[in-house]
């Protein structure tokens, strides 16, 4: 294997792997393949399912007992694949306090801490379990702010053949 700098040889070593590529200053790899260049000093890692990496980043996040920080926030926003916008949106914030939250200027509420983090797991399970197959911000942005006086019938409808049940018939 050759450097990507300096075209030289490399030598593989092990060794903790400071991963900073994920936008956060706390995460180190330990257990991958990591090259090094003794001519000019590179290194370059070689990281086995990146997929599963971003998720126990995410896990390690999520169950820490401190309020978010502003790098974690935008990981999470990352993670999840949302625009700001459409975090803010979720979350019924100005998009310029999401902004502010994540540029470290502003810190986030406890309120909207502990719901981002419910956002973030409900994320991987909708991913996981399909409860609503690619609806998920959708059922969010349907929330109404007000209080509304009309009581809504849940359906649940029975399939008698699969035994299974299907929730919220319309």
């Known amino acids: 294997m050759k450097c990507s700098v300096c075209n030289k040889p490399l030598y593989k070593t092990s060794e903790l792997y400071h991963y900073t590529e994920c936008g956060l200053d706390n995460v180190y790899l330990e257990g991958i393949d990591i090259y090094k260049c003794e001519n000019c000093g590179n290194m370059e890692a070689k990281i086995p399912r990146i997929d599963e990496l971003h998720l126990g ?8 007992p401190q309020r978010l920080n502003n790098k974690e926030i935008r990981y999470l926003r990352k993670y999840m694949g949302f625009k700001a916008v459409d975090l803010a949106k979720i979350l019924e914030i100005n998009k310029s306090t999401l902004s502010r939250w994540e540029a470290g200027k502003e810190k986030i509420g406890p309120a909207n801490d502990r ?14 379990h399909s409860l609503f197959p690619g609806k998920f911000i959708e059922k969010f942005e349907q929330i ?14 029975f399939d008698k053949n699969f035994q299974t049940y ?5």
């Open 57 to 64: 980043i995410a896990k390690c996040i999520i169950a820490k």
């Open 115 to 128: 719901l981002l983090r419910l956002l973030v797991i409900r994320y991987k399970e909708e991913q996981l």
């Open 144 to 157: 109404k702010p007000e209080i509304s006086k009309k009581t809504i019938k849940n359906r649940i409808k």
């Open 166 to 170: 299907e929730s919220c018939v319309v």
